[in-house]
């Protein structure tokens, strides 16, 4: 596939579209996890279809995934703390029932 001067790869676009959309998905419904995949997805495809085509849109397909990457790693650092929070709580509930 020969791509035309100038073009901009679609995949790059809808990897950072998806991004930047992601962690509002969170509190609209829309499905944050959802569009995070979406967008680690089509940016390595678009990454990979602009080193064989050399159409442009790298920078967004690079900065897609790195928006993602982040969003992925706060995410599962909120997670840690959340269910530490609820142990933390379960433990000191317990405690205070046992007398301890």
Avoid: C, W
Wanted: net charge positive; glycine share 12%.
């Amino acid at each position: 596939m020969v791509a035309a001067p100038g073009q901009t790869n679609t995949l790059a676009v809808v990897s950072l579209v998806t991004a930047i959309i992601a962690p509002f998905g969170h509190v609209t419904g829309i499905g944050g996890l959802t569009l995070t995949i979406v967008s680690i997805v089509t940016g390595h495809m678009a990454r990979a279809q602009i080193r064989k085509t050399g159409e442009r849109g790298d920078g967004f397909a690079l900065a897609g995934l790195i928006i993602s990457y982040v969003h992925v790693a706060l995410t599962a650092l909120f997670l840690i703390f959340f269910f530490g929070v609820i142990i933390a709580a379960i433990a000191a509930i317990l405690a205070a029932a046992s007398g301890h």
